[in-house]
Nanobody
Framework: QVHIVESGGGSVQPGGSLRLSCAASGSIFSIETMAWYRQAPGKQLDLVAGITNSGRTNYADSVKGRFTISRDNAKNTVYLQMNDLKPEDTAVYYC??????????????WGQGTQVTVSS
């Protein structure tokens, strides 16, 4: 069993910052990719940022230059530093980890989501 736990969401004014954390635990051989997705009310789930186990990153165009994804492989944890937040960043943010439980088994695991609200 693999557990994904997110933290760090909350409410902030436009221009503010938040840092999300996501920790994976359980039966883990290795973690390939960790990523953040978000879903605003009435909208589809979108990729925000992802990072491989070698540190290669990718970002949605809407967050480039404002958000930074990083990872601590020793702690099986990924972070999302969000700066210069805008009202359109309001959404539930979900963490996904692509986990190998052994050499032959790889699955995606999702967290429960954390709310980020940007409003004046």
């Amino acid at each position: 069993q693999v557990h994904i736990v997110e933290s760090g969401g909350g409410s902030v004014q436009p221009g503010g910052s938040l840092r999300l954390s996501c920790a994976a635990s359980g039966s883990i051989f290795s973690i390939e990719t960790m990523a953040w997705y978000r879903q605003a009310p009435g909208k589809q789930l979108d990729l925000v940022a992802g990072i491989t186990n070698s540190g290669r990153t990718n970002y949605a165009d809407s967050v480039k230059g404002r958000f930074t994804i990083s990872r601590d492989n020793a702690k099986n944890t990924v972070y999302l530093q969000m700066n210069d937040l805008k009202p359109e960043d309001t959404a539930v943010y979900y963490c996904k980890a692509t986990v190998r439980r052994d050499l032959y088994t790889m699955n995606d695991y999702w967290g429960q989501g954390t709310q980020v609200t940007v409003s004046s």
